[in-house]
């Protein structure tokens, strides 16, 4: 438990609270904290969107499958983040998103509107909450905007050399990691598989990238 605690410091969820208070929220019977398995689902779609979680560890894929089963990844969610926030406090009665985890990940899921009924006498514990949640729900909004942008282009190599040029910004570099293996990366753009490999093998041919499974460079030519 203390180094659930340590991780748990570190969330912005919970900044601004006194050991006292945190303390409050990890013990509290309105929340748990489970370890999952690469792929192992953490709440399903349809589940009651009771839990907002936060991720202490590894990551999670927020993930929508439509009706003819086709996936596509909304969002992959890191450690200190959180998600399904935005289900819990807009009343949402069943969640319209599955959960996965991405890789071996801890995972502290709250009932945070009960925690919150049940809060200290001292009312600002209640308002430093919802001002962090406000916060937060703002910079998701931010990262919503950024993945519309992306799959908003109309071919697959402008949505891929965005989504690489974003990432480039990113990790500040021309050189880096994408935390998508091919499959996953089709999915976050939304297109085929096959159609996404086959033009990232043209845009290595054209000396505009250099790939090497999820590690990528994007090629400066020279004058630019």
């Known amino acids: 438990m203390k180094n659930?605690?340590?991780?748990?410091?570190?969330?912005?969820?919970?900044?601004n609270l006194s050991e006292e208070e945190l303390n409050f929220i990890l013990t509290s019977p309105h929340t748990k904290i489970k370890?999952?398995?690469?792929?192992?689902?953490?709440?399903?779609?349809?589940?009651?969107?009771?839990?907002?979680?936060?991720?202490?560890?590894g990551a999670v894929q927020i993930v929508r499958n439509d009706y003819y089963?086709?996936?596509?990844?909304i969002a992959l969610i890191e450690?200190?983040?959180?998600?399904?926030?935005?289900?819990?406090?807009?009343?949402?009665?069943h969640m319209p998103v599955s959960v996965v985890s991405a890789g071996d990940?801890?995972?502290?899921?709250?009932?945070?509107?009960?925690?919150?009924?049940?809060s200290f006498a001292d009312s600002s514990f209640y308002?430093?909450?919802?001002?962090?949640?406000?916060?937060?729900?703002?910079?998701k909004n931010l990262k919503l905007n950024?993945?519309?942008?992306?799959?908003?282009?109309?071919?697959?190599?402008?949505?891929?050399?965005?989504?690489?040029?974003?990432?480039?910004?990113?990790?500040?570099?021309?050189?880096f990691t994408i935390p998508y293996d091919r499959q996953e990366l089709a999915d976050f753009l939304e297109a085929n598989r096959s159609a996404v490999s086959a033009e990232i093998s043209r845009l290595r041919a054209e000396g505009i990238i250099e790939s090497k499974r999820s590690s990528f460079?994007?090629?400066?030519k020279s004058g630019e």
């Open 4 to 15: 659930d605690f340590e991780l748990m410091k570190k969330c912005p969820l919970f900044s």
């Open 35 to 57: 370890d999952f398995s690469k792929n192992q689902t953490v709440i399903s779609e349809g589940d009651s969107a009771e839990e907002l979680g936060a991720v202490l560890s």
């Open 69 to 73: 089963g086709n996936r596509s990844i």
């Open 79 to 93: 450690p200190p983040q959180i998600f399904a926030e935005v289900f819990v406090f807009s009343d949402t009665q």
């Open 105 to 118: 990940s801890r995972i502290m899921l709250i009932r945070l509107k009960s925690i919150l009924n049940e």
């Open 127 to 139: 308002t430093r909450q919802t001002n962090n949640l406000l916060r937060l729900v703002a910079e």
């Open 146 to 175: 950024e993945k519309i942008e992306i799959i908003s282009k109309r071919t697959i190599r402008e949505k891929l050399m965005t989504f690489l040029l974003s990432q480039a910004k990113l990790h500040g570099s021309d050189t």
């Open 217 to 220: 460079r994007l090629i400066r």
